[in-house]
């Protein structure tokens, strides 16, 4: 079956670090995503990982290991205005290559 | 002007009516996505198509009907609302023609808020 879990909520301070983790379980694989959504608004794509390893994007890296079926978003940095959902999304090829999203982690940041 | 563009944007009918979503995309990208959001589900596909000619269900069809009327329009119908048809409904876009991750990256809509009564 399709499973893609990720925790419900975190907090986390201004200034600081905070990582997400994501781990799926699907029929085939092509590529991690993760969007990033504001409350009432669209989802925003923030990364992409099909091979193995960490890809850096300004305050943003995400990381992929295909063997663990497992995915971490890292903010560093962290702005009142990275508040939001982060949806982790798996493209699975089988039967016409849909992407299947998580249900999202809500973050909190406190001053 | 919105890339991704939908109508209505907030929607209150009554069970049994008859409903439209509709989405227009100035990307220019051949794919189009309807997707459903419900809070502690996440994102569930609806329908999907890779092109004008092209219309596969989703993982949650049933209720639900679409018709890609032309390469920029990707609409959704409701035959016959229910009241667990009530959610956070986006359309979504991608371009199978960019180079890598491109070509796999969703370009979402605003949304379109349907309550059905």
């Known amino acids: 079956g399709q499973n893609i879990d990720q925790p419900t909520e975190m907090t986390a301070t201004e200034g600081a670090i905070v990582q997400i983790n994501c781990t799926y379980q699907?029929?085939?694989?092509?590529?991690l995503f993760w969007y990033q959504q504001h409350a009432g608004e669209a989802p925003t794509f923030l990364s992409y990982?099909?091979?193995?390893g960490l890809e850096e994007k300004g305050r943003f890296s995400s990381f992929l290991s295909r063997s663990k079926g497992y995915s971490y978003l890292l903010l560093k940095e962290l702005q009142m205005k990275d508040s939001a959902s982060y949806l982790c999304?798996?493209?699975?090829?089988?039967?016409?290559?849909?992407?299947?999203f998580g249900a999202g982690t809500r973050l909190f940041v406190k001053a | 002007d919105a890339d991704v563009t939908q109508t209505p944007r907030n929607r209150i009918t009554k069970t049994g009516k008859r409903i439209m979503l509709e989405c227009s995309q100035t990307?220019?990208?051949?794919?189009m996505y309807w997707y459903r959001q419900d809070p502690g589900l996440g994102l569930r596909l609806i329908y999907y198509?890779?092109?004008?000619?092209?219309?596969n269900k989703g993982e949650i069809s049933d209720g639900y009907s679409v018709s890609r009327q032309a390469q920029a329009k990707f609409s959704l119908s409701l035959e016959s609302a229910i009241p667990n048809q009530t959610a956070l409904y986006f359309c979504?876009?991608?371009?199978?023609?960019?180079?890598?991750?491109?070509?796999?990256?969703?370009?979402f809509g605003a949304g379109s808020r349907l309550t059905v009564l």
């Open positions: 990982n099909v091979l193995d």
């Open positions: 979504a876009t991608s371009d199978s023609h960019s180079r890598a991750a491109g070509a796999n990256v969703l370009t």
């Open positions: 999304a798996v493209r699975d090829p089988t039967g016409g290559f849909k992407t299947i």
């Open positions: 699907t029929s085939g694989f092509n590529g």
């Open positions: 198509s890779f092109d004008v000619k092209d219309i």
């Open positions: 990307k220019g990208h051949d794919r």
